[in-house]
């Protein structure tokens, strides 16, 4: 499997198995091509995108429809985002600071969109609390001002099938 690293200016293509020091390398060269990036961010832009983020979740339940595992919207939302030329990490390792320890996890974020977006698929029947539980823990831990759940099994994506979140950091950030 490989890992897809997506910025504005390029793409990377990197083995799944890296080791953590070269991971953290390449998160810092991202880091550093988007930095300039950063001082942009405003409530209006997070509202964008995550309009086209469910736009291009939206067109994948159109093409499939409900009833499938996850990974298989995972599969094609990946696709459509590069379609649509919309920056990410998929499958994103979500690193755990405690008392100055920071330690590599099993924590996977499905799509951490354009470094400010946490983005978790599901194909369930009920999404429980703990499922946005897990939302906001992510955004926490990879200090992002927005979350969105994605749930495909559902008839209308739009209507019963996304969820938002919101924290601290977004309520900082100009409109």
């Not at 499958?91 to 100055?100: A, D, L």
């Not at 999404?127 to 200090?143: G, S």
Request: with cysteine; charged share 25%; proline share 3%.
């Amino acid at each position: 499997m490989e890992l897809k690293l997506m910025c504005s200016y390029v793409s990377y293509v990197v083995p799944r198995k890296l080791t953590h020091k070269a991971y953290k390398e390449l998160i810092y060269i991202y880091n550093n091509i988007e930095k300039k990036f950063a001082m942009l961010i405003t409530k209006s832009y997070l509202k964008d995108l995550v309009y086209h983020v469910n736009g291009a979740a939206i067109e994948v339940h159109k093409a499939l429809g409900p009833g499938l595992l996850e990974s298989v919207y995972h599969k094609c939302l990946k696709k459509e985002f590069l379609l649509r030329g919309i920056s990410f990490f998929s499958e994103f390792i979500v690193p755990v600071s405690y008392k100055g320890l920071e330690f590599e996890t099993d924590l996977r974020c499905d799509f951490l969109v354009e470094k400010i977006l946490v983005v978790e698929l599901k194909a369930i029947d009920f999404v429980l609390p703990i499922h946005e539980a897990q939302v906001l823990t992510y955004m926490k831990l990879l200090n992002v001002p927005k979350g969105l759940m994605i749930n495909f099994n559902t008839v209308n994506i739009f209507n019963e099938g996304q969820k938002t979140f919101v924290n601290e950091l977004y309520r900082g950030l100009p409109d």
